[in-house]
């Protein structure tokens, strides 16, 4: 990597994003007992643009931070600090009282389709609950968009599905439910958290085409949280990847995934083959180079400097919009 570092810092930025994330932060109040209380930080120092029908993953190990850059980026969290902003709008300060507007542009298809959804309600009453909190009073039209959501979701004929309850349905039909659920307001930007990791190996692909689809024929702009590599290759056209609330690595999926710089992100992908998120390879890789923070990338890096944390991102030199961040202070004066 002898010189493939340019000196110059960089956001991931993209020319007119729909939603932006300008250094954001997120700590989180602890309690340790009765008393005393700690803070975890969970994301530091993220800065991410998603520009209008682009998908990007969020790739990174259980804990990274990636849920909560995607609560963050629905305003569903308000960051400690840093700037979010959607459709030119900063919404970082915004009461969730004003946010009615954001909440009808925006949606999230939760990881877990069991615990997401109430059981005591019907497919139809579940797709149809936005559309109630947003005043709709026709039931007329109600049912008719509940059904057209459902033809997206391909539950069909709609009439088996609608007065279902999602305790009587599979994994997989329970989560094109979650997913009908979100469109029903026909969201701009949308965000995916772990959609298909809880939903049986014969569903995973087709929810990953459906959500694909939805990308291309509604141009839908796509946050895909996954801790799988691999599926975001396919989903994804950028891929940022996070490790210990920050990003180390972003960039095409092909730059990511065919060429990629960071020690962090080379683990992740050697440990691909092995289906289990948490398995042994992983650990050991990611740790080896934890235990030394910088070793890795210091034996190759045109930089000599203290480190830094959180890293600064760096343009790949002959590679643009690829970075990598630099965990080195870069040297005075270049
Ligand atoms: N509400 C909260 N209160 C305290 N700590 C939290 C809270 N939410 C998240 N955290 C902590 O912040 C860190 C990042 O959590 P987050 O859920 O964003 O990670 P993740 O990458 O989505 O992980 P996973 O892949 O397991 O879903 C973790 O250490 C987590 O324990
Ligand atoms: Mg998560």
């Not at 947003?134 to 069909?156: E, F, N, P, S, W």
């Not at 042994?280 to 990611?286: E, K, V």
Request: some cysteine; hydrophobic content about 40%; charged content about 20%.
């Amino acid at each position: 990597m002898t010189e493939t570092l340019l000196a110059r810092s960089i956001t991931v930025s993209s020319s007119q994003p729909l939603l932006a994330l300008d250094d954001v932060s997120m700590a989180f109040r602890t309690r340790r007992g009765l008393f005393r209380s700690g803070e975890v930080t969970a994301v530091a120092g993220v800065s991410l643009a998603i520009a209008r029908g682009e998908t990007v993953a969020l790739v990174g190990e259980s804990g990274s931070g990636k849920t909560t850059v995607g609560r963050v980026s629905l305003r569903l969290l308000q960051p400690t600090s840093g700037r979010v902003v959607f459709d030119k709008q900063d919404i970082t300060d915004v009461p969730e009282e004003r946010l009615n507007w954001l909440r009808k542009r925006t949606a999230i298809v939760f990881q877990d389709p069991f615990s997401s959804l109430n059981p005591y309600m019907t497919v139809a009453d579940l797709i149809a609950e936005p559309l109630v909190i947003d005043g709709l009073k026709d039931a007329g039209v109600r049912r008719a968009q509940v059904r057209a959501a459902l033809a997206a979701v391909d539950l069909t004929p709609t009439d088996r599905f609608v007065n279902r309850h999602p305790s009587s349905m599979s994994g997989g039909q329970r989560q094109r439910v979650g997913i009908a659920r979100a469109l029903i307001r026909n969201p701009d930007y949308m965000v995916a958290d772990e959609p298909v990791s809880m939903v049986d190996a014969s569903s995973r692909v087709e929810i990953l085409n459906l959500l694909h689809g939805l990308q291309r024929e509604r141009g839908v702009t796509f946050l895909y949280i996954t801790h799988d590599i691999a599926s975001a290759r396919h989903f994804a056209g950028r891929i940022a990847v996070m490790h210990l609330g920050s990003i180390v690595e972003t960039g095409s999926a092909r730059q990511v995934i065919d060429h990629p710089v960071h020690p962090y992100t080379r683990a992740l992908i050697a440990a691909v083959p092995e289906p289990d998120p948490a398995n042994r390879f992983l650990r050991r890789s990611t740790e080896q180079w934890q235990d030394t923070p910088g070793v890795a990338i210091h034996a190759d890096c045109p930089h000599g400097g203290s480190l830094t944390l959180p890293a600064v991102l760096l343009e790949v030199s002959g590679d643009p919009g690829h970075a990598v961040a630099c965990h080195l202070e870069p040297p005075r004066g270049r």
